[in-house]
């Protein structure tokens, strides 16, 4: 059976799509093998640039504070999202509509403004800039990712599967964790990879609520850029590449997001 224009038209758009997206990354992985500084070809492959990494302490310095905040941003922001997913869903009260409604506009939002708005305030708060004001503005980011995301999951979520559990004699933790946090497992894994996408990725945020001696590796990474640019920052982001497909494919193995586990 011949393929139709239109499914061969459709094939090359989404071959040129996916082009689009990964070949700057498959160039920039292989640059990072590449001894020369400035990428001249054929590639003399080498893994010079991943030993001066290891010697790089602004670079190292910069990843390990990205970690620990999108860390502490996941684990806070799933946490308290999942729960405002469950309350959205089991009760009623004033003003519901309206906080679910101001879910949105943080997403909306130019990061510029949002920057500027949270660096105005944390000076004006008392809070000022650091690592701890770039988790409260990353949480404050993330949070709205995990509770749209947790919120799609709960909404198909059956309550008498519950009131089943209890007539059957189940406390109510054994209700919580046998039947409720099991189904709510893949949307909050969902939440919880994007809270840590979203702050790990965050760069304007970082950039206004960083101080001196203190950034994350997006700041880290600017700021490189304009000092001169380097295969060493090629092998920092290939290695940051190669560890979130991984973790991807490890949390895909065990859960499919469609639901089913």
Request: glycine share 6%; net charge positive; hydrophobic share 55%.
């Amino acid at each position: 059976m011949k393929a139709r224009p239109t499914n061969m038209l459709a094939r090359i758009y989404l071959g040129l799509v996916l082009a689009f997206l990964y070949l700057p990354i498959l160039v920039m992985a292989a640059m990072s093998f590449n001894s020369s500084q400035f990428y001249m070809l054929p590639i003399d492959w080498t893994f010079d640039w991943y030993v001066k990494l290891a010697h790089n302490t602004r670079l190292l310095e910069s990843t390990r504070n990205s970690i620990l905040v999108a860390m502490v941003t996941t684990v806070i922001a799933s946490v308290l999202g999942t729960a405002a997913s469950i309350a959205f869903f089991r009760y009623e009260f004033r003003f519901k509509k309206v906080l679910q409604a101001a879910l949105f506009p943080p997403i909306a939002i130019p990061w510029l403004i949002t920057g500027t708005a949270m660096l105005l305030f944390f000076f004006w708060s008392g809070i000022g800039r650091g690592l701890h004001a770039m988790i409260l503005g990353h949480v404050a980011l993330a949070l709205p990712y995990v509770i749209i995301v947790v919120s799609a999951r709960i909404k198909g979520f059956d309550p008498d599967l519950e009131a089943a559990a209890r007539s059957l004699g189940a406390s109510p933790w054994q209700v919580i964790r046998h039947v409720t946090l099991p189904y709510l497992a893949p949307g909050f894994i969902a939440g919880a990879l994007f809270a840590f996408a979203v702050s790990f990725d965050q760069f304007v945020i970082s950039y206004f609520l960083s101080v001196p001696g203190v950034s994350t590796l997006p700041v880290e990474i600017y700021t490189a850029i304009k000092k001169g640019f380097t295969p060493e920052i090629n092998a920092i982001s290939t290695l940051v590449i190669a560890f979130s497909i991984t973790l991807l494919v490890i949390v895909s193995r065990f859960y499919r997001f469609g639901g089913d586990r």
